[in-house]
């Protein structure tokens, strides 16, 4: 298990990660979302133990990671994947983890079987490498000692259509054999497809988390209309309170048909009605996050 307890990291008057706890259990993945700058990349550095935390605790099977003998054999980690040596390649740099670990050099083979980099792409400079093929090359890095525990942050970045459909089924099967996964991307879709259980956090703060089931079904109401204006102003005449949502609409925690009643007293034409639990993850992250948007910034 992943185990973060009211971890707090502070530079200066800034913070970037406030009050954070959450788990990560065997046999699930864990989707880590959040805007640029959210605090996603800075908690799992200090999970990976690179970066000390303010206060608050993150360990690894009940242990910090600094304390783990032979860690890559408990928990693989990939947080960026051109933080590799551009001068040597690919089956060097898996050679290294290989002897680092005390492994077999087989396992060196099977890894670059596993992630699909042929034996002449293996004897490239990762300087050559495409950002797809250092994704995969760090995948296997990360899965090279057979870690009960996996840690990415943002693996899908680079990766063709087919790419992210093979790291959806790796993953997939890890967890399905017991493995435990925390995952962060951008790619709210993929996240939708793969994860069990969503954490969401927003300016360092977690604003929501739960299964996607849970998270989706407390979405409430989302309604669009030809004149927004006038949508909103006969919810607020009714009493409903409502917020922007998506592409142009309103989410309410209002049920649809009293929206809809209200929207036709007031002569408004919908365009749209519908439990925003059908509204899908892109939509959910929008709402919880619309005051956290931070483009450009770093996590």
Known sequence: MITVDRLTKTYGAYRAVDDVSFTCRPGAVTGFLGP????????????????????GSAHVSGVNYLDIPNPGTQIG???????????????????????????????????LALVSLTPAESKRRVKNYSLGMRQRLGIANALMGDPKILMLDEPANGLDPAGIHWMRSLLRDYANRGGTVLLSSHLLHEIEVIAD????????????????????????????AADPSALANALTAAGITAGPSGDGGLR????????????????????????????????????????????????
């Open 77 to 111: 980690v990939l947080l960026d994947a051109s933080a590799q040596h551009a001068g040597r390649t690919g089956r060097e740099i898996l050679t290294l983890s290989a002897l680092t670990m005390g492994l077999p050099m087989s396992r060196v083979d099977e890894m």
């Open 197 to 224: 259980e969503i954490i969401v956090i927003g300016q360092g703060k977690i604003v929501a988390e739960g299964t996607k089931a849970e998270l989706l079904q407390t979405a409430g109401t989302f309604v669009k």
């Open 252 to 299: 309410t925690e209002a049920d649809p048909a009293t929206v809809g009643k209200a929207a036709a007293a007031a002569g408004v034409a919908l365009v749209e009605l519908r439990p925003a639990d059908g509204a899908g993850l892109e939509e959910m992250f929008l709402q919880l996050t619309s005051t956290t948007q931070r483009e450009g910034a770093t996590a």
């Open 36 to 55: 640029n700058g959210a605090g996603k990349s800075t908690t799992m550095r200090i999970i990976a133990g690179l970066t000390p935390a303010t206060s």
